[in-house]
T-cell receptor, first 111, second 114 residues
Framework: AQRVTQPEKLLSVFKGAPVELKCNYS??????LFWYVQYSRQRLQLLLR??SRESIKGFTADLNKGETSFHLKKPFAQEEDSAMYYC?????????????FGTGTRLKVLA | GAGVSQSPRYKVAKRGQDVALRCDPI?????LFWYQQALGQGPEFLTY????????KSGLPSDRFFAERPEGSVSTLKIQRTQQEDSAVYLC????????????FGPGTRLTVT
């Protein structure tokens, strides 16, 4: 079964502390993986995708096929990072390019 | 430029009523997706259009749900005989072309069935 698991519903960290948002996936093929972010009262927007290997707003994510993980990391959290974060998988063999989302992690960065 | 827009933003329906939710994708975007997001959950895929063709409707939860995109631009998601379990945020997303994996999301329509 194709599944994305985000084990933490809420993650609170202090400003300046490192952040790691966990994402594990279940998929037998080669997945396309994404992180989407939703700031308060805004729409879902793409944060990063694994194939681009970019760092956006200081966030990075590395695909680990052995552990089937795609954790999102940032070395120093900022208050403006407080938001809802969703990990998403796009099964490359589906022909649909739909997303399978995790349940999301709410990140709170405390002053 | 304009992003994906959805209307209405909020809809309250009595159980048993029919509702229609509209999505205006970004101009020129070939692919259009509908997702359903229940409270506290991530979005779940409902259906996918490539231009006017509905290529995947595997996520539609029942035959009460129907979607169309007759001219390959605006799309409508219709729910007949609404039930309380249909209460959710309905998200529309579009992407530039088939195989282009970045999806641009609309603000969603929050449907409450009483």
């Amino acid at each position: 079964a194709q599944r994305v698991t985000q084990p933490e519903k809420l993650l609170s960290v202090f400003k300046g502390a490192p952040v790691e948002l966990k994402c594990n996936y279940s998929y037998s093929g080669s997945p396309e993986l994404f992180w989407y972010v939703q700031y308060s009262r805004q729409r879902l927007q793409l944060l990063l995708r694994h194939i681009s290997r970019e760092s956006i707003k200081g966030f990075t994510a590395d695909l680990n096929k052995g552990e089937t993980s795609f954790h999102l990391k940032k070395p120093f959290a900022q208050e403006e990072d407080s938001a809802m974060y969703y990990c998403a998988l796009s099964p490359t063999t589906s022909g649909t390019y739909k997303y399978i989302f995790g349940t999301g992690t709410r990140l709170k960065v405390l002053a | 430029g304009a992003g994906v827009s959805q209307s209405p933003r909020y809809k309250v329906a009595k159980r048993g009523q029919d509702v229609a939710l509209r999505c205006d994708p970004i101009s020129g975007h070939v692919s259009l997706f509908w997702y359903q997001q229940a409270l506290g959950q991530g979005p779940e895929f409902l259906t996918y259009f490539q231009n006017e063709a509905q290529l995947d409707k595997s996520g539609l939860p029942s035959d009460r749900f129907f979607a169309e995109r007759p001219e390959g631009s605006v799309s409508t998601l219709k729910i007949q005989r609404t039930q309380q379990e249909d209460s959710a945020v309905y998200l529309c997303a579009s992407s530039l072309e088939r195989g282009s994996y970045e999806q641009y999301f609309g603000p969603g329509t929050r449907l409450t069935v009483t």
